[in-house]
């Protein structure tokens, strides 16, 4: 008999805890092992913690406990899903973000062995059956088996559905002349890029990467100015660390930098590459996962998750564009990339590099203090020139006429410029859709989301209202549900919108577009992508995700249609992303032997956001910047923790989240700043109300004991939940 300690699927704080199960099958357990128990009179998954042997039976345990151990329904896996490494590295997680120990697990495993029960129906290993010669002979066959048999022997090996009649097939596989072999079927189709030989390193780069090979420094922060060779520097010290003998884990923040990262690194390293982003169907997750497990693999690509991919002695993890908010995930347990990272390298001794043309202002107030190693590329390849910029002011009249209000007169004549001279230009706005919301005309009523209460977002290709927050959907009506009224009034723009806009000054030019509603068929973002580079489309529409990382030699416009978007959002980082996002932009023009512009359209053009973006200046923007969250004590002055306490019923709701804010104040005194309760932008959730806590303060362990007995506290009451955000990205 044995007693198994697991945790349930469940990812709450209620459950997160130990349960206790009898098993007394034949079958290998331990931990790490899944099984399957019945829980409350439910079928579930649990992932094991612990496994002893006794001698007493299960009435005994029963009568020196009090209470009746159920057995195991079943044990799922032959040996366990996480090494000691990971599983170490997922405890950390659980501890420093206070999250259920469960929820880490299940974010670190691919769909198909995650502690679910849904797991079970996820695919499983595919495999290809091929034929080869068992025993060769020629006697009393027909001439269309000695055709096939010969046919075998000349390939060595032929997959079994190429060879053509199974009843052929069969009669050779009777007379055991042939066998089967199985081999396990990769269902990721990388492509087979031929190999590249390493340009020359200039002497920036060079200096780069001796720098950082000489320091004995744990982690290192890359501000390299966009076109500089941040990539080179990857791939060299990637290189380096493979002649060692280590593995690098290399993540990008977004899905539409995966295939160019791809490219490149299967350009230099060919099969030693696995690729781990959500694009990825579960087959292909399962699949890429095992490769890497088997030691098939040496590096890793992939977003956010990929950080806990079972990789062996890593030697290098680099994190590109380090500053973008995906990287810290929006739900529980709410990890960030660049954390983890640090904390996985000083697992494995390994060096971690964040690199960024705009890093975000804590990790360069970190390299500015000696806690990270600052490395400085501050030249372009080749010395090209930064793009020259021009900043347009909308709401100057003399700036527009009545032919467009969407596009300047500056604007529609450098891309009038662009189509005559058959370069390309990229045209950003970070927004999708046709038009942000639609109201009536006749009394107001404005089209809400009824799950977030968010406005609806109109979408032409497809005549939808859409919630860009919860996905909700609904045809676009042809009345307002309030009064009956005809008189749809749509405004605001987005991306759809600026491509109908396009196409109606200028007819001739071809277009892409590329957001998340053009992207959701699968793999439409490298062809986008890659259409546009081999120059089928004049002029690449899109939100943030052509802003980063691409290089498109042809580009010599970059066009930021309204640069204001974000600057109004309730953030305390709404201006260090406006920058970013202006930089970036601006960044993807020029990028070759051409001269590059970039033209800002703003109703705010005195905004230091926009201003420094329109320069460049990110020293200009740190200062300024630093400033401002010095005097109100935001990071990287203070820390941030955010604790959300949400129910179905709104005043229950309101009195606990009071009720917290005075526990915590009790608790704190001085040790933290407590602002709140307040209700957040977006107050409904799936039907919840929600209302948030934000905790200021400069010393972890001085809080965290406090927020685990209020985790303790919540957990035992109903009604309401509680879900706390360490390290909050958006407040």
Request: proline share 4%.
């Given at each position: 008999?044995?007693?198994?300690?697991?945790?349930?699927?469940?990812?709450?704080?209620?459950?997160?805890?130990?349960?206790?199960?009898?098993?007394?099958?034949?079958?290998?357990?331990?931990?790490?092992?899944?099984?399957?128990?019945?829980?409350?009179?439910?079928?579930?998954?649990?992932?094991?913690?612990?496994?002893?042997?006794?001698?007493?039976?299960?009435?005994?345990?029963?009568?020196?406990?009090?209470?009746?151990?159920?057995?195991?329904?079943?044990?799922?896996?032959?040996?366990?899903?996480?090494?000691?490494?990971?599983?170490?590295?997922?405890?950390?997680?659980?501890?420093?973000?206070?999250?259920?120990?469960?929820?880490?697990?299940?974010?670190?495993?691919?769909?198909?062995?995650?502690?679910?029960?849904?797991?079970?129906?996820?695919?499983?290993?595919?495999?290809?059956?091929?034929?080869?010669?068992?025993?060769?002979?020629?006697?009393?066959?027909?001439?269309?088996?000695?055709?096939?048999?010969?046919?075998?022997?000349?390939?060595?090996?032929?997959?079994?559905?190429?060879?053509?009649?199974?009843?052929?097939?069969?009669?050779?596989?009777?007379?055991?002349?042939?066998?089967?072999?199985?081999?396990?079927?990769?269902?990721?189709?990388?492509?087979?890029?031929?190999?590249?030989?390493?340009?020359?390193?200039?002497?920036?780069?060079?200096?780069?990467?001796?720098?950082?090979?000489?320091?004995?420094?744990?982690?290192?922060?890359?501000?390299?100015?966009?076109?500089?060779?941040?990539?080179?520097?990857?791939?060299?010290?990637?290189?380096?660390?493979?002649?060692?003998?280590?593995?690098?884990?290399?993540?990008?923040?977004?899905?539409?930098?995966?295939?160019?990262?791809?490219?490149?690194?299967?350009?230099?390293?060919?099969?030693?590459?696995?690729?781990?982003?959500?694009?990825?169907?579960?087959?292909?997750?399962?699949?890429?996962?095992?490769?890497?497990?088997?030691?098939?693999?040496?590096?890793?690509?992939?977003?956010?998750?990929?950080?806990?991919?079972?990789?062996?002695?890593?030697?290098?993890?680099?994190?590109?564009?380090?500053?973008?908010?995906?990287?810290?995930?929006?739900?529980?347990?709410?990890?960030?990339?660049?954390?983890?990272?640090?904390?996985?390298?000083?697992?494995?001794?390994?060096?971690?590099?964040?690199?960024?043309?705009?890093?975000?202002?804590?990790?360069?107030?970190?390299?500015?203090?000696?806690?990270?190693?600052?490395?400085?590329?501050?030249?372009?390849?080749?010395?090209?020139?930064?793009?020259?910029?021009?900043?347009?002011?909308?709401?100057?009249?003399?700036?527009?006429?009545?032919?467009?209000?969407?596009?300047?007169?500056?604007?529609?004549?450098?891309?009038?410029?662009?189509?005559?001279?058959?370069?390309?230009?990229?045209?950003?706005?970070?927004?999708?859709?046709?038009?942000?919301?639609?109201?009536?005309?006749?009394?107001?009523?404005?089209?809400?989301?009824?799950?977030?209460?968010?406005?609806?977002?109109?979408?032409?290709?497809?005549?939808?209202?859409?919630?860009?927050?919860?996905?909700?959907?609904?045809?676009?009506?042809?009345?307002?549900?309030?009064?009956?009224?005809?008189?749809?009034?749509?405004?605001?723009?987005?991306?759809?919108?600026?491509?109908?806009?396009?196409?109606?000054?200028?007819?001739?030019?071809?277009?892409?577009?590329?957001?998340?509603?053009?992207?959701?068929?699968?793999?439409?973002?490298?062809?986008?992508?890659?259409?546009?580079?081999?120059?089928?489309?004049?002029?690449?529409?899109?939100?943030?995700?052509?802003?980063?990382?691409?290089?498109?030699?042809?580009?010599?416009?970059?066009?930021?249609?309204?640069?204001?978007?974000?600057?109004?959002?309730?953030?305390?980082?709404?201006?260090?992303?406006?920058?970013?996002?202006?930089?970036?932009?601006?960044?993807?023009?020029?990028?070759?032997?051409?001269?590059?512009?970039?033209?800002?359209?703003?109703?705010?053009?005195?905004?230091?956001?926009?201003?420094?973006?329109?320069?460049?200046?990110?020293?200009?923007?740190?200062?300024?910047?630093?400033?401002?969250?010095?005097l109100q004590n935001y990071p990287p002055y203070?820390?941030?923790?955010?604790?959300?306490?949400?129910?179905?019923?709104?005043?229950?709701?309101?009195?606990?989240?009071?009720?917290?804010?005075?526990?915590?104040?009790?608790?704190?005194?001085?040790?933290?700043?407590?602002?709140?309760?307040?209700?957040?932008?977006?107050?409904?959730?799936?039907?919840?109300?929600?209302?948030?806590?934000?905790?200021?303060?400069?010393?972890?362990?001085?809080?965290?004991?406090?927020?685990?007995?209020?985790?303790?506290?919540?957990?035992?009451?109903?009604?309401?939940?509680?879900?706390?955000?360490?390290?909050p990205y958006n407040f």
């Amino acid at each position: 008999m044995r007693i198994v300690e697991i945790l349930i699927e469940y990812a709450s704080h209620t459950l997160d805890r130990p349960f206790s199960y009898l098993y007394e099958g034949k079958k290998n357990i331990g931990p790490g092992f899944r099984v399957l128990v019945n829980f409350n009179h439910r079928e579930l998954m649990g992932y094991v913690l612990s496994v002893k042997s006794t001698d007493k039976t299960s009435e005994q345990l029963e009568e020196e406990s009090g209470y009746r151990l159920d057995y195991l329904v079943d044990v799922i896996d032959e040996s366990p899903l996480l090494n000691e490494d990971l599983f170490s590295l997922a405890r950390r997680v659980s501890d420093y973000y206070l999250a259920p120990f469960i929820s880490v697990l299940q974010s670190m495993l691919p769909p198909s062995l995650s502690p679910r029960k849904s797991s079970l129906k996820a695919p499983k290993i595919a495999y290809d059956q091929y034929l080869s010669i068992k025993r060769y002979s020629e006697e009393d066959l027909t001439d269309k088996q000695i055709e096939i048999l010969r046919l075998i022997k000349k390939e060595g090996k032929i997959l079994k559905r190429e060879v053509g009649s199974p009843s052929v097939v069969e009669k050779l596989l009777s007379r055991e002349l042939i066998k089967i072999l199985k081999e396990e079927k990769r269902r990721l189709l990388i492509p087979d890029y031929s190999l590249q030989k390493p340009p020359l390193l200039t002497d920036d780069q060079q200096r780069v990467i001796d720098d950082f090979s000489k320091s004995d420094d744990s982690v290192y922060l890359l501000q390299g100015i966009t076109g500089s060779g941040k990539t080179e520097v990857y791939l060299t010290l990637c290189e380096r660390e493979l002649e060692k003998g280590n593995s690098v884990l290399f993540l990008v923040p977004e899905i539409s930098l995966t295939p160019m990262m791809m490219e490149y690194f299967i350009r230099r390293f060919k099969h030693q590459v696995a690729i781990l982003h959500s694009e990825l169907t579960p087959a292909e997750k399962y699949d890429e996962y095992r490769k890497i497990a088997r030691g098939e693999a040496h590096i890793v690509i992939g977003a956010r998750s990929a950080i806990f991919a079972p990789l062996e002695k890593i030697g290098l993890i680099i994190l590109d564009e380090e500053h973008v908010e995906s990287y810290k995930q929006d739900t529980t347990p709410f990890y960030h990339a660049r954390e983890v990272s640090i904390m996985r390298g000083e697992m494995h001794k390994a060096k971690v590099l964040l690199g960024s043309a705009t890093p975000s202002l804590e990790s360069r107030a970190r390299a500015k203090n000696g806690i990270y190693h600052l490395l400085r590329l501050d030249k372009r390849i080749n010395e090209q020139k930064l793009p020259a910029t021009k900043i347009i002011n909308l709401a100057d009249y003399h700036n527009i006429d009545r032919e467009s209000y969407i596009f300047s007169l500056s604007l529609r004549d450098e891309l009038s410029k662009i189509l005559i001279s058959h370069q390309q230009a990229i045209l950003l706005i970070n927004r999708r859709g046709f038009s942000t919301s639609v109201s009536c005309r006749n009394c107001g009523y404005l089209f809400r989301c009824p799950t977030c209460g968010i406005a609806l977002t109109y979408h032409k290709g497809d005549n939808m209202l859409k919630c860009h927050h919860c996905d909700y959907v609904q045809v676009m009506p042809e009345t307002c549900p309030e009064c009956g009224s005809k008189y749809l009034m749509k405004t605001g723009f987005g991306t759809e919108r600026i491509e109908e806009e396009v196409h109606r000054l200028f007819p001739e030019a071809r277009t892409l577009r590329l957001d998340s509603d053009s992207t959701k068929v699968r793999n439409k973002i490298p062809s986008i992508i890659e259409s546009f580079r081999k120059k089928t489309a004049d002029i690449l529409i899109g939100t943030q995700m052509i802003a980063k990382g691409h290089d498109f030699p042809d580009v010599t416009l970059v066009g930021i249609v309204l640069a204001d978007i974000g600057l109004s959002m309730p953030s305390f980082r709404s201006s260090e992303r406006v920058f970013q996002l202006i930089t970036q932009a601006v960044g993807r023009s020029g990028r070759s032997d051409k001269i590059g512009k970039a033209i800002i359209q703003t109703y705010n053009p005195s905004h230091y956001a926009i201003t420094y973006g329109a320069r460049q200046d990110y020293e200009g923007f740190f200062q300024k910047e630093m400033g401002m969250r010095k005097l109100q004590n935001y990071p990287p002055y203070y820390f941030l923790a955010s604790l959300t306490i949400s129910g179905k019923k709104e005043e229950t709701v309101i009195t606990q989240t009071y009720n917290a804010v005075d526990y915590l104040n009790d608790q704190l005194g001085d040790k933290a700043v407590i602002l709140g309760p307040t209700t957040p932008y977006i107050a409904r959730d799936h039907l919840l109300f929600l209302r948030t806590i934000l905790i200021k303060y400069r010393d972890y362990s001085a809080i965290q004991e406090t927020l685990i007995k209020l985790i303790d506290l919540y957990a035992k009451k109903s009604g309401v939940n509680i879900d706390v955000n360490i390290d909050p990205y958006n407040f």
